[in-house]
C-alpha cells in the first residue's frame, strides 16, 4: 500500500472522550475508586496524545507510542474492574435495581466497542502513522474495499478510525466478522476477546435485568 494523506485525530479522540464520560458516569453509578481514579489518568494520557498530533496523525515514536497503549491499557483496565464489581453485585444478589443494571450494561458494552475500535485502529498495520507511511506491507484486517473492483472504490481509499468502528460494532453484536475478515493471529484473538467480552455483558448483566423485570 503506497503512502497516504496523513488520518484526522479527532475521530478518535471524540470516541475516547465518550469512553471517559461514561467511565465517570459509572464510577458515579458503583462508587468505586479505582473507577474514579481512571477517568483522570484516561484524561491526561489523551491530552498528552493530542499536544503530539493535535490535527493529524503525522508524528509517532516510541514514547508517543506506548502513550497511546498505555491508554488502551487504562481504558480496559477500568471497563474490566466495573464488569468484575457488576459481575460480583449480580453473583451475590445485591444488585436488584434492573433500569440501573439495563443502563450500566449498555453503557459498559457501549464502551467494549469503542475501546476495540481504538485498538484495532492503533495495531493494524502498525498503526495509523505507520499505515500513511506504508510500513507494513501485510494488513492484519482485510475490508471489502481491498477486493473490490476498481470502479467501486475510490482510488485513494484507506481505512479510517470509522471503518475500524464499524468492525467493533459489529463483531460485538454479531460475534462473528461480517465484510472485514482478521488476517493475522493478532486481530483474531482482539476479535475473541471482544465477542466474549460482549457475551458476559449480555448474560451476566443485561439478561439478568430483564430476568428481574419480568
Same mark, same amino acid.
Given at each position: 500500500?503506497?503512502?497516504?494523506?496523513?488520518?484526522?485525530?479527532?475521530?478518535?479522540?471524540?470516541?475516547?472522550?465518550v469512553?471517559?464520560?461514561?467511565?465517570?458516569?459509572?464510577?458515579?453509578?458503583?462508587?468505586?475508586?479505582?473507577?474514579?481514579?481512571m477517568?483522570?489518568?484516561?484524561?491526561?494520557?489523551?491530552?498528552?496524545?493530542?499536544?503530539?498530533?493535535?490535527?493529524?496523525?503525522?508524528?509517532?515514536?516510541?514514547?508517543?507510542?506506548?502513550?497511546?497503549?498505555?491508554?488502551?491499557?487504562?481504558?480496559?483496565?477500568?471497563?474490566?474492574?466495573?464488569?468484575?464489581?457488576?459481575?460480583?453485585?449480580?453473583?451475590r444478589? =445485591?444488585?436488584?435495581?434492573?433500569l440501573? #443494571?439495563l443502563?450500566?450494561?449498555?453503557?459498559?458494552?457501549? &464502551?467494549? +466497542? $469503542?475501546?476495540? %475500535?481504538?485498538?484495532?485502529w492503533?495495531?493494524?498495520?502498525?498503526?495509523?502513522?505507520?499505515?500513511?507511511?506504508?510500513?507494513?506491507?501485510?494488513?492484519?484486517?482485510?475490508f471489502?474495499?481491498?477486493?473490490?473492483?476498481?470502479?467501486?472504490?475510490?482510488?485513494?481509499?484507506?481505512?479510517?478510525?470509522?471503518?475500524?468502528?464499524?468492525?467493533?460494532?459489529?463483531?460485538?453484536?454479531?460475534?462473528?466478522?461480517?465484510?472485514?475478515?482478521?488476517? =493475522?493471529?493478532?486481530?483474531?484473538?482482539a #476479535?475473541?476477546?471482544?465477542?466474549?467480552?460482549?457475551?458476559? &455483558?449480555v +448474560? $451476566?448483566?443485561? %439478561?439478568r435485568?430483564?430476568?428481574?423485570?419480568?
Amino acid at each position: 500500500m503506497r503512502e497516504g494523506e496523513a488520518e484526522g485525530r479527532w475521530p478518535a479522540v471524540a470516541a475516547t472522550l465518550v469512553i471517559v464520560g461514561l467511565h465517570l458516569w459509572l464510577s458515579e453509578q458503583q462508587s468505586i475508586g479505582l473507577a474514579k481514579v481512571m477517568p483522570v489518568v484516561e484524561t491526561g494520557l489523551l491530552i498528552a496524545l493530542i499536544a503530539a498530533n493535535p490535527v493529524r496523525m503525522r508524528r509517532e515514536n516510541p514514547l508517543i507510542r506506548s502513550i497511546s497503549l498505555g491508554l488502551l491499557a487504562a481504558i480496559g483496565l477500568a471497563n474490566a474492574w466495573i464488569v468484575i464489581q457488576e459481575a460480583d453485585a449480580l453473583i451475590r444478589g =445485591t444488585e436488584h435495581d434492573p433500569l440501573r #443494571m439495563l443502563s450500566v450494561g449498555g453503557g459498559v458494552w457501549l &464502551i467494549n +466497542v $469503542l475501546l476495540f %475500535a481504538l485498538w484495532y485502529w492503533e495495531f493494524d498495520r502498525g498503526g495509523p502513522v505507520a499505515r500513511r507511511q506504508a510500513r507494513e506491507p501485510y494488513p492484519d484486517f482485510a475490508f471489502a474495499q481491498m477486493s473490490a473492483p476498481p470502479k467501486l472504490v475510490h482510488p485513494k481509499w484507506k481505512p479510517s478510525f470509522v471503518d475500524y468502528l464499524y468492525l467493533a460494532f459489529t463483531n460485538a453484536t454479531a460475534f462473528s466478522p461480517t465484510d472485514v475478515m482478521p488476517m =493475522t493471529v493478532r486481530a483474531k484473538l482482539a #476479535m475473541l476477546v471482544q465477542s466474549t467480552l460482549s457475551v458476559i &455483558i449480555v +448474560v $451476566l448483566v443485561i %439478561a439478568r435485568a430483564v430476568n428481574v423485570l419480568t
